[in-house]
């Protein structure tokens, strides 16, 4: 049966609900709307509105409200409605969501999951485009995850909402309607595994979130060169697992990596600077990097030209095929 | 041109209001003049002994850590002094099963809940982040970014209202906070909600080096309650006995279900923001010595004398356990270890990443080979 990246992710919801009463949800809209792209939807209807409630229109309010309510003994979900509006709620979460647990010496446990809907390629306006992965995956204290597949969004959101660690759970919200035979519940997976999506020989792709199902499009384009690419889903940038490039990086020699955000300072970096340190010698050709451009996420009509395509990706392919 | 709003509206909106003066009972002399809106029937004669000796403590154990922050065993504390009536007033009106939620300058609340001063003193000493377990007292970990307590103790109370749990949470901060958003977004879920959250905020007249007229053109900090939909009120915060009434009429709101309410406690730092700061830059003498002459502990001293409640000796014998306390503090300080270094990978995750384990080793190699811990 298909079933979208948003249905896996409402599902995993409901389970979570079902299985705990110390699941709460609450956001903008999360309530008799079901939020903006639906993602909490009937959840209010089924488990009543102490469940799963609207908040006032405040992100540091939701985010302060989850601090609380976990000291309390609640498992809060928290749905941030873009990614352009987390930025109130930062100092919440990078000062006291991911600090709480180490200033208080392990006796207070912070087992929240801050939804967001991240990254471009849905025609939006300003401020609802954006990738901001990397502040986040530099803060010591929380977890940072991003599905690229519907199965992978059920089985990640699960372990989220029931990890103790809070988790900034990053929807890639373009993908929201990619579908995917499966059935649910499936058997989740533990945070920190990186996985391969596509076996291949020629060279390894590494993404997540958005850009897996770009590059595994790269890959079938890439075989009318005669390439054939691995495709690498990172899935968790927060713990990172970087055995599973390394080992694929043995095989092939090559290793492009893949994201939406600026290119500079972004995730890419890490991944690069691990792969060099953990297989230099394995590396035929220095580690390429696809991102956006440095700049601000662009005006809908122009995102096209920042974000990484098919064409961008095969060109740091043939890049790294010239040495 | 009659504007006028309905009367039902006036109503509503009068009810929130604080009256022009802040709540007094006692006047600056000790004098009680009891006002039947505010009633303390039901402190008697060991409450009022203990309210005293709860606030000789606080500023003996304010007195102290400043001592130790210039002996170099502290690294920095905030001080109380000047504000113990509000602190001790405010708190003694919640019962053990009630949570505070504290900025960092609550030691004085903090001794009301029966916390160790030693436990928060090692915040300042800089040996742990914190040093107490928050569920031992239902006392929150202090915090330090300003005013984002707020939201933490509004989520902590409408988590409370959601399981009929029937307990109060008090949130405290300063003037200056009432400029940041955290606190407003708290008073406003809180109002939604109706969560059993009071806003206690010292008013001590400064932020720092800015005064409230640089913070604000609200007439008063209790005014901004309307602006939620909860009821302000405005107390002297130096009338240990207002403060407690006013704080326990908030607490009773609270309980029978009718939501938050915001105190504004109108007090003053009597000593530096905290030991960095030099407080003769932008505080005159005579501004000092007006609030001099309204101690909160004299004030009160001298309503017990004059009722009979506090001979000399009892006065000597209060200083004197307090001299006992103040001294076991100094020993606990002088001795306590510093901290472990292993100890920076421990409570950062319940499940840490990989890399913890290379960072650990690294540290160990260091340790073992005796480079670390000296300045380059």
């Not at chain 1, 940072?144 to 969004?153: F, R, S, Y």
């Not at chain 2, 406690?265 to 030991?275: D, G, I, K, L, P």
Request: charged share 25%; hydrophobic share 40%; with cysteine.
């Amino acid at each position: 049966m298909a079933i979208t990246m948003a249905q896996a992710l409402n599902q995993s919801l409901h389970d979570a609900f079902e299985k705990d009463d110390r699941v709460v949800l609450f956001g903008e809209d999360v309530g008799t709307l079901g939020g903006v792209f639906r993602i909490t939807d009937k959840l209010q209807e089924r488990f009543g509105d102490q469940r799963c409630f609207d908040t006032p229109l405040a992100e540091a309010g939701i985010a302060g409200t989850a601090v609380g309510m976990a000291m309390y003994g609640f498992r809060p979900i928290i749905e941030m409605q873009f990614d352009g509006f987390t930025y109130p709620a930062f100092e919440q979460i990078v000062s006291h969501i991911a600090k709480m647990r180490n200033r208080s010496r392990g006796t207070v446990t912070m087992p929240i999951t801050i939804r967001i809907p991240f990254g471009g390629g849905i025609g939006a306006v300003e401020h609802h485009s954006e990738s901001p992965e990397a502040y986040f995956a530099h803060t010591a204290g929380l977890k940072v995850v991003t599905p690229g597949t519907p199965a992978d969004a059920y089985s990640l959101l699960t372990e989220s909402i029931f990890s103790d660690d809070p988790v900034v759970f990053f929807e890639p919200k373009r993908r929201y309607w990619m579908k995917e035979d499966a059935i649910l519940p499936i058997t989740t997976e533990p945070i920190g595994q990186s996985v391969v999506r596509r076996p291949g020989t020629t060279a390894t792709l590494a993404a997540y979130g958005p850009m897996v199902k770009t590059c595994l499009e790269t890959a079938e384009a890439a075989e009318a060169e005669g390439w054939d690419l691995e495709v690498i889903d990172i899935r968790s940038l927060v713990p990172f697992d970087h055995g599973t490039i390394v080992e694929s990086v043995e095989r092939t020699g090559r290793l492009v990596v893949v994201h939406e955000a600026q290119t500079t300072a972004g995730f890419g970096a890490e991944v690069a600077a691990r792969v060099q340190q953990h297989a230099f010698y394995s590396l035929e050709a220095p580690v390429q990097r696809v991102g956006g451009f440095d700049i601000p996420y662009p005006a809908a009509m122009l995102e096209e030209f920042f974000l990484p395509d098919v064409d961008r990706i095969l060109d740091a392919v043939a890049t790294t095929l010239e040495y | 041109m009659n504007r006028s709003e309905p009367a039902a509206l006036d109503q509503r909106y009068l009810q929130l209001l604080p009256p022009a003066e802040p709540v007094q009972l006692l006047d600056d002399d000790g004098v009680l003049h009891e006002n039947p809106d505010f009633p303390i029937d039901d402190l008697g004669p060991d409450d009022l002994r203990n309210l005293y000796r709860y606030m000789v403590v606080s500023r003996r154990i304010d007195k102290q850590a400043i001592s130790l922050q210039r002996q170099g065993q502290l690294g920095v504390y905030a001080s109380l002094l000047g504000q113990e009536a509000a602190q001790v007033g405010g708190a003694y009106a919640l019962e053990d099963r009630d949570w505070m939620f504290p900025s960092f300058r609550e030691m004085g609340a903090a001794i009301v809940r029966g916390l160790e001063p030693g436990q928060l003193l090692h915040q300042w000493r800089g040996t742990w982040l914190s040093g107490h377990n928050p569920y031992d007292s239902n006392f929150a970990l202090m915090s330090i970014p300003i005013g984002t307590q707020a939201i933490h103790g509004a989520g902590y109370a409408i988590a409370a209202a959601f399981d009929g749990e029937d307990i109060v949470v008090m949130t405290y901060f300063g003037d200056g906070a009432t400029s940041e958003g955290d606190p407003h977004e708290a008073m406003n879920f809180a109002a939604v909600y109706d969560a059993p959250c009071i806003f206690f905020v010292q008013n001590n007249q400064y932020a720092i080096s800015t005064p409230l007229s640089e913070q604000t053109r609200a007439p008063t900090i209790a005014h901004k309650g309307i602006g939620y939909g909860i009821p302000g009120y405005r107390v002297d915060g130096n009338d240990v006995l207002a403060t407690y009434a006013v704080t326990r009429r908030a607490v009773q709101r609270a309980r029978a279900g009718e939501g938050p309410s915001l105190i504004e406690a109108v007090t003053y730092r009597m000593e530096a923001h905290t030991t960095s700061d030099d407080p003769t830059r932008y505080r005159t003498p005579e501004e000092m010595d007006e609030w001099q002459r309204r101690d909160p502990i004299a004030r009160f001293g001298a309503y017990l004398s004059a009722e009979g409640l506090m001979d000399d000796e009892l006065k000597d014998r209060i200083d004197a356990d307090v001299e006992t306390l103040a001294s076991g503090i100094r020993e606990e300080i002088y001795e306590a270890p510093h901290g472990d270094p292993m100890e920076l990978f421990e409570h950062v995750y319940v499940d840490p990443p990989a890399e913890f384990a290379d960072q650990r080793a690294l540290l160990t190699r260091e340790l073992d080979a005796g480079t670390n811990g000296t300045e380059g």
